[in-house]
Nanobody, 120 residues
Framework: QVQLVESGGGLVQPGGSLRLSCAAS????????MAWYRQAPGKQRELVAT???????NYPDSMKGRFTISRDNAKKTAYLQMNSLKPEDTAVYSC??????????????WGQGTQVTVSS
């Protein structure tokens, strides 16, 4: 089984920054893709960023410029650096991973989410 633990959320003023972390643990062969999603109250969950094992990062057009995803493969951890935060960035941010299990099957896992609130 694979577990994901997110951290780094909290309350920040508009224009501020936060860095989220997502640490994976458990039995797995490798982590294929790591991603961050967010869901604001009353809205659908949306993709924030993805990153491959080789470090290739991708962002939807709406997320480009203020968000940066990175990962440390040795630590099995993904990060999301968020700058120039706006009130509309307020949401629960969740980590998602595709992992190669020891059976060579692909497992898909979600973290429990971390609240980010941007408010003065």
């Amino acid at each position: 089984q694979v577990q994901l633990v997110e951290s780094g959320g909290g309350l920040v003023q508009p224009g501020g920054s936060l860095r989220l972390s997502c640490a994976a643990s458990g039995t797995m062969f490798s982590i294929i893709t790591m991603a961050w999603y967010r869901q604001a109250p009353g809205k659908q969950r949306e993709l924030v960023a993805t990153i491959t094992g080789g470090g290739d990062a991708n962002y939807p057009d709406s997320m480009k410029g203020r968000f940066t995803i990175s990962r440390d493969n040795a630590k099995k951890t993904a990060y999301l650096q968020m700058n120039s935060l706006k009130p509309e960035d307020t949401a629960v941010y969740s980590c998602y991973v595709d992992v190669r299990l020891l059976t060579m099957q692909v497992g898909r896992y979600w973290g429990q989410g971390t609240q980010v609130t941007v408010s003065s």
